[in-house]
């Protein structure tokens, strides 16, 4: 680690991918995933796992995500209640730019571009298209993806067709043209009605910042994947089809919305519909997918370091295991002239480097308390 932490922290990460972390001085030892705690057999394990750190050698803080249903959250309160150790959380997003920054041996603010399915917010909505000024030990959100409805909440990260339909109806401000409704003639005509239902009137469609959401939509409308049938299906046939592809791109716009700069998707959402009803084929849309969201961040990110003046943006997220994403994020930072770009080399940039990043962010708001 970059500085010695003056506490002994265990932090137990999240509830996907889950991992603990050892903090102990400058030596952070990070564990062999858990895997979905929402599995009877690897939360028996989680919870024997944490017993054994309290029997060993209670630690001077536990860590959690923020997410107050989170398996994780609960047993981490609760075995620190009983043992009268201080529990700390650490935001979804800032766990991952401080992961990033800890395996680079950086101890100073940088610029964080976070981006993944879903991590709980600091409002209650879900995050997962984020620019963060980290300073470690706190963080503050510099901007990110205009957030939009979520209708099913964990049914849409499944089927792809309801994060789809929310971006496009939002993209036409509720009046969807016919030609482009007739993109959803595959799901029923009743399903589509209930949703939209649902979006209209806020019921069961929580608000979402998510990028890897935007991926499944956008995995949808091209004629990719309707449904994932395991994680990131639908992202990775999205890529799988931007290989080799023309780097050219969509429009976007921003908007401030009370201190917070805002990525609107709007234009390129209603470019891609008019692309695929104009039968353009599905691997040049995802091409200029890509480099349309990884102009969009590395633009923003780069913007957000000039005005902090800062050198360094850290890429993080399970968004980023997408090499082609990260490459156009790198790249145009390089163009922008931003000299330092951090990228996770030891560790998964998805939920798996959670805890190292939770241990890392109590380590560096202890310091700067002392």
């Known amino acids: 680690?970059?500085?010695?932490?003056?506490?002994?922290?265990?932090?137990?990460?999240?509830?996907?991918?889950?991992?603990?972390?050892?903090?102990?001085?400058?030596?952070?030892?990070?564990?062999?995933?858990?895997?979905?705690?929402?599995?009877?057999?690897?939360?028996r394990a989680f919870h024997a796992a944490l017993r054994l750190e309290f029997t060993q050698a209670p630690p001077d803080a536990l860590v959690h995500d923020l997410h107050p249903s989170y398996h994780s959250t609960s047993a981490a309160r609760q075995?620190?209640?009983?043992?009268?150790?201080?529990?700390?959380?650490?935001?979804?997003?800032?766990?991952?730019?401080?992961?990033?920054?800890?395996?680079?041996?950086?101890?100073t603010p940088a610029i964080g571009i976070a981006c993944d399915g879903t991590g709980f917010g600091t409002d209650g909505t879900i995050w997962g298209g984020e620019i963060l000024y980290v300073s470690p030990g706190d963080f503050e959100r510099c901007a990110s993806l205009a957030a939009f409805p979520l209708p099913g909440g964990d049914a849409a990260a499944r089927q792809t067709w309801r994060p789809a339909w929310s971006l496009v109806h939002q993209a036409y401000e509720g009046r969807v043209p016919a030609d482009v409704e007739g993109l959803f003639d595959r799901v029923p005509r009743q399903e589509r009605r209930t949703v939209a239902a649902m979006i209209a009137a806020g019921v069961n469609a929580p608000a979402t910042s998510s990028l890897g959401r935007v991926f499944d939509a956008m995995?949808?409308?091209?004629?990719?994947?309707?449904?994932?049938?395991?994680?990131?299906?639908?992202?990775?046939?999205?890529?799988?089809?931007?290989?080799?592809?023309?780097?050219?791109?969509?429009?976007?716009?921003?908007?401030?919305?009370?201190?917070?700069?805002?990525?609107?998707?709007?234009?390129?959402?209603?470019?891609?519909?008019?692309?695929?009803l104009d039968r353009r084929p599905a691997g040049g849309i995802a091409g200029a997918f890509h480099a349309t969201v990884g102009r969009m961040l590395a633009k923003t990110a780069a913007v957000a370091a000039t005005r902090r003046c800062l050198d360094t943006v850290a890429?993080?997220?399970?968004?980023?295991?997408?090499?082609?994403?990260?490459?156009?994020?790198?790249?145009?930072?390089?163009?922008?002239?931003?000299?330092?770009?951090?990228?996770?080399?030891?560790?998964?940039?998805?939920?798996?480097?959670?805890?190292?990043?939770?241990?890392?962010?109590?380590?560096?708001?202890?310091?700067?308390?002392?």
């Open 79 to 107: 075995a620190a209640g009983a043992a009268g150790v201080p529990c700390e959380a650490v935001q979804h997003h800032h766990a991952h730019v401080c992961a990033c920054l800890a395996e680079n041996g950086a101890a």
């Open 219 to 276: 995995s949808f409308l091209v004629g990719l994947c309707d449904c994932n049938t395991f994680e990131g299906e639908a992202a990775i046939r999205l890529q799988e089809a931007a290989e080799g592809q023309p780097p050219d791109a969509y429009s976007w716009e921003t908007a401030m919305d009370g201190g917070l700069e805002r990525l609107i998707l709007g234009p390129m959402i209603r470019s891609i519909c008019h692309d695929v």
């Open 315 to 370: 890429l993080t997220g399970g968004c980023f295991l997408n090499t082609i994403l990260a490459g156009h994020v790198e790249r145009t930072l390089a163009e922008l002239g931003v000299p330092r770009v951090l990228r996770h080399t030891r560790l998964s940039p998805g939920d798996a480097g959670l805890s190292l990043g939770q241990a890392f962010a109590v380590a560096a708001r202890h310091r700067s308390m002392m």
């Open 1 to 43: 680690m970059p500085f010695a932490s003056a506490l002994r922290i265990v932090a137990v990460g999240g509830d996907l991918k889950d991992t603990f972390c050892r903090l102990q001085g400058r030596d952070a030892a990070v564990s062999a995933p858990f895997g979905d705690l929402a599995d009877p057999a690897n939360l």
